[in-house]
């Protein structure tokens, strides 16, 4: 849930701008009998939901709002009709800058600038190339003109919205009217059903015209009122049929809305009249803003921010429930009523936040109204709906050839990896570590007592032994895995049974981060993990967006490593989680078998979902070394995806020069009869020192894809190493011949805190600059 600047702000951050969908998207839910027929013909607009970068994106669901036939182009005067879109968008900003200048906001506010920013990057989209230009002269041209226009009062404003005002009974809608308009045209009571008709109230606010559908109250959910609340519903909807509304408010009182879970029976009731797409124009009303607050669990009252935090979240949760989707966000706005309410200096109603609601209600409406104008004009379409997404994104055939061509480490039959198992075990140096003198370990105090100088040469000489003694220690590992093979090898051939070794002793795994919100009455050791040497682990996964907030753990994680049988060795691993909604599963399985004459051969399943298809990946590869230097790989593949398959071949071979350097290629392709991806790639490798104990590397790669006479080259590199002891430092990028690319540089330091510092500063001084930047646009304009 939000408020006014978070909600037109999140329309920013979802890359969105402006969009449109027809209300009757809500017949695609569960409502049968024609559900939207009451907006089948109004094109209703939302605020944010035009994905510019994919068009496919359904991540974000903000804001709809419903134009209706007495929407934009019906105010419009014939002569308008004439004017091209651009020019009516332009109008359009003229007096919505207008009136932003007679609700006393600065065209700085934020939320005033998102939807001019909003506004803007809707026309471009719909602009021509040779329009291009014109459409930011518009933009910027606009806030002059409104403010010459302002000053002679010429020409006359023209501007109207129709607002439908729901809600239970008695939680304020007939005040707001009557506060909206600084007059008593509805009737209110405080003690029984005040509006016992449907009625449409207009009046001018600031130059505005505004009519708001007054409704009946809905009465608190029970058998009994059920179908009283439906004839009430069911009228309302016949009432809007010929004209929609722009705008709906959802009615309730801030001091009662804890008050019984009835909200959500009113809720889904709504939901099965109007559709689940009402919900996309819906702004969430809260009366009575100047209650007193209830006390929180110290015994202190809670604070009015998250106290109002609390109430909202609940509202937009069971709309949530009432739609099925948990991305929907309703801006909210309050308002309090009471004739003895706290005023400002010019005598305008304020809430406990000191803000003015009537101008803050009144400028959510008109960007509301305008972003779906835009909509109109521009006719931009999406087609996002609510609810379970049902859409299927497969892959692309490049795609699945470019992750079939990734290189995949090989586990060994003893579970290691076999390239840092070679390069440990070519590594024929003495053990350093033995050869090093001993070393006395300081205590907290003695090393405080060092120097700066000192203490940075013990702690280097730490690091130095630390790192010699883990290589030690992987060194002695793989020794004792091979001895413990030749071992096997040995007493399975003299008396066919291996040896009875002592059981590995257990390992705790560490604790996992639980939910804030976990039940005190379960223990947390319910989730801890031993490691074994059964090769065996399996590990809740903690996801805390997931839909069960209360335990968080909607998943398993598998990994099992075992030997099969002599030289074969097979592995799983695997992760699958089950919601009310989804179901996921990512897993590899793969069995090994290492020839004693060189060869490792290998075949695999893969299974993967991808919304509600499967996508499975039978593999098979063949790895041969020759000499220690160059391995060879070649492999086959069959995917199989939405009722297709794919025939997968590839080849690839490596070559390293010494311990620290390797070249890579690889080449493949991915089709069937009809159609075939071909692709390939040559990488070299420099590997760190200390490399598989510190895993510094950096590394080049070429990727060439060509599919469908279309072909993308690109080039990327990685590097990951250590500016000093505790900071480590990773730089990436890629570009391709497409102009696409990105740089991404991550560096986590347990030394340098200031490193946190410089990213601050960067961060604000990016958001000053921005801030600087559009303040010029604005000037200009
Ligand atoms: N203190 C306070 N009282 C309010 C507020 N809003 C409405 N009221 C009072 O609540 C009572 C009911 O308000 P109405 O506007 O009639 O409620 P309604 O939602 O229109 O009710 P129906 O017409 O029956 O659907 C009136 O006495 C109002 O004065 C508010 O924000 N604060
Ligand atoms: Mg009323």
Known sequence: MMGVKDWVLSQLVSKSVVSTSQLSAGDRFSNNESPNEEFSNRVSADTSRLPISNPESQSDYPLEQVVGENSFESHCRIDEKLLDPLAKIERLQINFLRIVRRLRQSPDNLVVAKVLYRMHLASLIRAGESDLKRTN?????????????????????????????????????????????????????AFQPATDRIEEIGGMVNGMKISFIDTPGLLPSSTSSFRRNRTILCSVKRFIKKSPPDIVLYFERLDLINVGCGDFALMKLITEVFGSGIWFNTILVMTHSFSALPDGPNGYPLSYESYVTQCTDLLQ?????????????????????????????????????GQVWKSQFLLLCLCAKVLGDVNTILKLRDSIELGPSNTTRLPSLPHLLSSFLRHRTVVGPSGEDTDANVMLCSDIEEDEYD???????????EFEKLSKLQKKEYLDELDYRETLYMKKQLKEESRRRRESKFHKDGSLGAD????????AEAVQMPDMAVPPSFDSDCPLHRYRCLLTGDQWLA?????????????????????????LKHNMVASVTGQLSKDKQDFNIQSECTAVYVDPKGPTYSVGLDIQSSAKNLIYMVRSNA?????????????????????????????????????????????????????????????????????????????????????????????SFQTDFRLSRGTGMSVSGNLNSRKMGQVCVKTSSSDHVEIALFAVVSICRALLRRRVNHRETLETG
């Not at 010459?148 to 009217?177: C, H, M, N, W, Y």
């Not at 050869?435 to 105090?445: C, D, E, F, G, Y």
């Not at 998943?555 to 030997?563: F, Q």
């Open 435 to 445: 050869q090093l003198p001993p070393i006395r370990i300081l205590t907290k105090s």
């Open 623 to 715: 790895k041969v070394r020759h000499f220690k230097c160059n391995v060879t790989e070649c492999g086959v593949s069959v995917t199989s995806f939405g009722g297709k398959n794919y025939i997968g071949a590839k080849i690839e071979d490596s070559v390293s020069v010494g311990k620290r350097l390797k070249f890579s290629m690889s080449a493949g392709s991915m089709g069937n009869f009809r159609q075939a991806a071909y692709g390939g790639s040559l990488e070299a490798t420099l590997r760190g020192r200390d490399y598989p104990v510190r895993n510094e590397s950096s590394s080049v790669t070429l990727t060439v894809l060509s599919f469908k006479k279309d072909t993308v080259l690109g080039g």
């Open 496 to 503: 066919g049974s291996s040896d009875n070794q002592e059981p």
């Open 317 to 353: 949760h069971y709309i949530h429930q009432a739609v099925s989707d948990s991305k929907l966000e309703n801006p909210v706005l309050f308002v309090e009523n009471h004739p003895h309410c706290k005023t400002d200096v010019t005598g305008e109603k304020i809430l406990p936040n």
């Open 539 to 563: 590990r809740p996964v903690l996801d805390p967006h997931g839909w069960d907030h209360d335990v968080g753990f909607d998943g398993v994680n598998l990994e099992i490593v075992t030997e």
């Open 137 to 189: 002269l518009r933009s910027d041209r606009a806030g002059k003109i409104a403010a010459e226009q302002e000053a002679s009062g010429l020409p006359e404003l023209d501007f109207s919205f129709r607002v439908l005002v729901l809600g239970k009974t008695g939680v304020g809608k007939s005040a707001t009217i009557n506060s909206i308009f600084n007059q008593s045209k509805a009737i209110t009571d």
